[in-house]
């Protein structure tokens, strides 16, 4: 078959860069035994009466188109949700959309504040899709690191210093994804001086809020000042066990909300109406289900660090979100050495920390979403493979 011209494709999209995820797990998806830290979802299954839910509206033949913005009884939801649990208050008539996915959202919040050549400072180590997603709508991403010795914490006068008259938005993940890092209140008040000063908009991504474990979480746009500045990105896949279901939304003023509805219209028409069933159902009396989740998830998280700890390889320990994000430096290895490695040599799965950008570099991320079953037997086998490499 004659080689496709490169001139038919987008020289955009040539340029993209591969997710370096994916890597890992083409590897290890032909090999036996393997042991997975790498999937980012939870191994839970969603609960029963929200499939329940998705699987009546089936049988009573919704099947239809819903509003672009998703059915309005969920936005509602939506609206309360956030209200009783981050103190914020969204109209479910026009500022909230229901999109495919909290990706998808992130995707229209983009495209619709961005003009060619604007920056997004992007605080590394981060969610692949960011730059990429920076880069498709037309902007430059600009990429700042936070550091291990803060515990992968930005500090303002970093973002102070990346600022320039380009800037139009920060991105910013709290708890964060690959660190599992959480900001407190008093860290993104400082964060939030910096954008009302330099006038800048944040797109907050809050996917893993419901994921936190030492201390209460606080909503960006609940800042004073921020509300009005800040594209809060949310969702169903972490907090509610509904990854493949493909369901997030976003809040945002009514300005940009509408905005980013026109490109949500015509591109996506709307979100799977089953999905939106079962989303109603799960904000309705699905809590409990949260809670058992988070007790869960903080047995592990616990688990991982002390293990890591004691094997030699440094973590610290994340406020939120269900991944560790020890250092491997001691073992001499680069990030992408180790995981290789460590998949060949002892079947585990983990992912390098430089797919999460430069400072991710000399760190690996492990999901700890799995069993403890299964846990104990990846620290087992790690501690193998660190053995192997000291004698």
Known sequence: MKQLKKEYLSKKVQDLKPSGIRKFFDLAAGMKDVVSLGVGEPDFVTPWTVREAAILSIEQGYTSYSANAGFLELRKEIAGYMNKQFNLTYSPQSEIIVTVGASQAIDIAMRAILNPG??????????????????MAGGVPVHVQALKENDFKILPSQLDAVITEKTKAIMLCSPNNPTGTMLNKKELEDIAMIAIKHDVLVIADEIYAELVYDEEYTSLPSVE?????????????????????????????????????????????????????????????????IIEMVKSYRRRRNYMVQSFNEIGLTCHSPGGAFYVFPSIESTGLSSEEFAERLLLEESVAVVPGNVFGESGEGHIRCSYATSMDQLQEAVKRIKHFISKLER
């Open 118 to 135: 604007e920056e997004v400072i992007i605080i590394e180590p981060c969610f692949v899709s960011y730059s990429p997603m920076v880069e």
């Open 225 to 289: 000042g921020m509300r009005e500045r800040t594209i809060l990105i949310s969702g169903f896949s972490k907090g509610f066990a509904m990854t493949g279901w493909r369901l997030g939304f976003v809040c945002a003023p009514k300005e940009m909300s509408q905005a980013m509805l026109k490109i949500h219209q015509y591109a996506i028409m709307c979100a799977p109406t089953m999905a939106q069933f079962a989303a109603i159902e799960a904000l309705q009396n699905g809590r409990s289900d």
